[in-house]
């Protein structure tokens, strides 16, 4: 179990913390709401090192691809500008937190943060070379955005008790995790006193 220091180069990526995706949201993630403590804990822990904070958010507009109407597999979610479409006001997000909005277009939809958004160029515009990435779901938005970051060659670690899995399938988030530790993100615990490893491999 090994400390993880925080410094230059490390930025929280916040997943997907609207409205919709909380219990009560029209695609509610079960008992999604039990992630704000642990989000809220990871705000304060970046932003008293004065890290970069990124939140991103689902933006469809109202006939979007994935919604059942167009023949998609969800409810319809997090259309822009509604209420679902907010982030819960629970979560502390310092001011300078850069909203990264995706599958802002009817066309395609966009499960990673880093789909068609400058967030990979932001982070490096920063000098990010580390990402912790936490927030909703684990079995789509997280589990996109994680392997992303492992793939445009961020460190990346993981936050499993601040996600949340929508488990369409029995065991789909256990097992989003698993694929994200294989693909080597470091998924790490929270402590009193900041982040520690949960295995090293
Ligand atoms: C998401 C389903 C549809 C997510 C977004 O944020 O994980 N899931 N759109
Ligand atoms: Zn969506």
Not at 132 to 159: R, S
Not at 173 to 193: C, P
Request: overall charge negative.
């Amino acid at each position: 179990m090994s400390a993880i220091k925080l410094g230059k180069g490390d930025a929280l990526i916040v997943v997907d913390m609207q409205y919709d995706f909380l219990p009560g949201g029209s695609l509610g993630v079960p008992a999604g709401h039990e992630v704000i403590a642990p989000i809220n804990h990871l705000l304060a822990l970046y932003s008293d090192c004065k890290l970069p904070i990124f939140a991103s958010r689902d933006w469809h507009p109202a006939d979007h691809c994935s919604f059942r109407e167009q023949g998609g597999p969800w409810p319809p979610h997090c259309v822009a500008g509604t209420h679902g479409a907010e982030f819960s006001a629970e979560l502390a997000f310092p001011d300078d937190t850069i909203v990264i909005s995706k599958a802002d277009t009817a066309q395609a939809d966009a499960y990673s943060a880093f789909n068609g958004t400058t967030l990979a160029s932001q982070l490096r515009a920063r000098g990010v070379t580390r990402v912790a990435v936490c927030g909703l779901a684990t079995d789509y938005c997280v589990l996109n955005t994680v392997t992303d970051a492992l793939e445009e060659g961020f460190e990346t670690l993981i936050v499993p008790e601040a996600m949340r899995a929508v488990d369409v399938h029995p065991g789909d988030g256990s097992r989003a995790i698993d694929r994200m530790v294989a693909r080597g993100a470091v998924a790490v615990r929270l402590g009193e006193h900041g982040m520690t490893a949960l295995s090293v491999s």
